[in-house]
C-alpha cells in the first residue's frame, strides 16, 4: 500500500499536464501512487498522461469536485494529495511531509509559493507547527493565504471517509466548501514550513475572468457552502467563533465582487440569514470593522476582512 495518493484531476490542460506530472516523478520519496481523472478532457492531454505510470480513470466531463470525489473513491494511499493539474511541486514535498507524518496527523499543512505566466511569484510563508487540535490549528491558518484550498494539504485516507466528506459536485468554490471543516474537525494537525507547492495562477482562469454571469454563479454557490458550512459545524461541540467568522468574512467579500442591483438583494440576504452576527467583535478593532460591515460590505473590503 502506498504512502501518498496523488489525485490529479485532468480536463484541457495539455499546456501544462507534462510539468505537473514530471513534478511528481521527480520526487525524492517515490512511495506514492497516481491517480487521474479524465475528466472528459476535449484535447491531447491524455496522450501526454498515457506517458506516465499512473492509474487512469475516464468519465464524462462532470467538474472538479465529481473528479476528486472519484478519485478519492479509487484511492488506496494512507493520505491523500489533491494536485490541480496546471500546478507543479518542488521535488522534496513528499519527502518533508513524511518527516511530519511522525506523529500520526490527520492532516498536513505546507507552503505555497504563486506563479504566474510571466514567471513572476510570490511565496507565502507561514510558521510551522505540530500536533494541534483542529480549533487551534484553524485559528493558527486563518491568518495566512490559501486556507481553504484542498491542494494545500496532505489529508489522511481514512480521517476523510470515517467523516464522509466530499466535494460539492457542480458547484464552483468547492473547496471553500469542505476544507474549513477538514481543518476543525481534525485531532491533530501540522503545518510545515517548507514551500512545495507552485499554484500557477493562468489570466484565463474561471476564478479570474470578468464574465459577470459567472460573477454570479459563483457567489451563489458560495452562499450555498457557507449555509452548508454553518449547518455542519453547528451540529458539533467545536469551539467555533472563529471558523464562523471566517467563513462569513469570507462570504461577505465574495459578494463586494457583485453590483447593483444583485449587490442590494444579496446585502439584505446577510442581514436575514444573521451573516453579520458570526463576525467576532472581541476587540475595538473588530467591532469597528463589523460596524463598518454593516453599513458598506464594500468598504469593509478596503478596511480587511479579519
Not at 490559501?146 to 489522511?156: D, L, R, S, T
Not at 494537525?189 to 484565463?204: A, D, K, L, P, T
Not at 452576527?277 to 478593532?285: F, G, M
Amino acid at each position: 500500500m502506498p504512502k501518498y495518493s496523488i489525485i490529479v484531476p485532468v480536463y484541457n490542460v495539455e499546456k501544462y499536464i507534462k510539468k505537473c506530472l514530471d513534478s511528481v516523478f521527480s520526487q525524492t520519496d517515490k512511495d506514492f501512487e497516481v491517480i487521474v481523472v479524465n475528466d472528459g478532457t476535449k484535447d491531447n492531454s491524455m496522450d501526454i498522461v498515457k506517458k506516465y505510470d499512473v492509474k487512469i480513470i475516464n468519465q464524462k466531463n462532470q467538474g472538479l469536485s465529481a473528479a476528486r470525489n472519484r478519485g478519492v473513491k479509487e484511492a488506496v494511499g494512507d493520505y491523500l494529495i489533491f494536485l490541480d493539474s496546471d500546478d507543479y511541486w518542488e521535488k522534496n514535498i513528499l519527502k518533508e511531509l513524511s518527516k511530519s507524518l511522525k506523529n500520526n496527523p490527520d492532516l498536513v499543512r505546507f507552503q505555497i509559493k504563486q506563479v504566474d505566466e510571466n514567471d513572476n511569484s510570490m511565496c507565502y510563508n507561514e510558521e510551522g507547527f505540530k500536533g494541534l487540535a483542529g480549533e487551534e490549528a484553524f485559528s493558527k491558518i486563518v491568518k495566512y493565504h490559501f486556507v481553504e484550498n484542498a491542494w494545500a494539504y496532505c489529508i489522511k485516507r481514512k480521517y476523510w471517509l470515517e467523516n464522509k466528506f466530499q466535494f460539492a459536485k457542480g458547484r464552483i468554490h468547492e473547496d471553500f466548501g469542505i476544507i474549513p471543516l477538514v481543518i476543525i474537525k481534525a485531532t491533530k494537525v501540522n503545518s510545515i514550513e517548507y514551500v512545495g507547492y507552485n499554484y500557477f495562477q493562468r489570466s484565463n482562469s474561471i476564478m479570474n475572468n470578468g464574465d459577470y454571469e459567472k460573477t454570479k454563479r459563483k457567489v451563489e454557490d458560495f452562499y450555498r457552502h457557507y449555509l452548508y458550512l454553518r449547518d455542519e459545524i453547528n451540529k458539533t461541540n467545536l469551539d467555533k467563533q472563529v471558523f464562523m467568522s471566517f467563513i462569513a468574512n469570507s462570504l461577505i467579500i465574495k459578494i463586494t465582487e457583485l453590483n447593483n442591483p444583485l449587490y442590494k438583494e444579496y446585502k439584505a440576504r446577510l442581514k436575514r440569514d444573521g451573516v453579520f452576527n458570526d463576525i467576532l467583535d472581541d476587540t475595538i478593532t473588530r467591532k469597528l470593522k463589523k460596524l463598518v460591515m454593516k453599513v458598506s460590505p464594500k468598504l469593509f473590503k478596503k478596511v480587511g476582512r479579519r
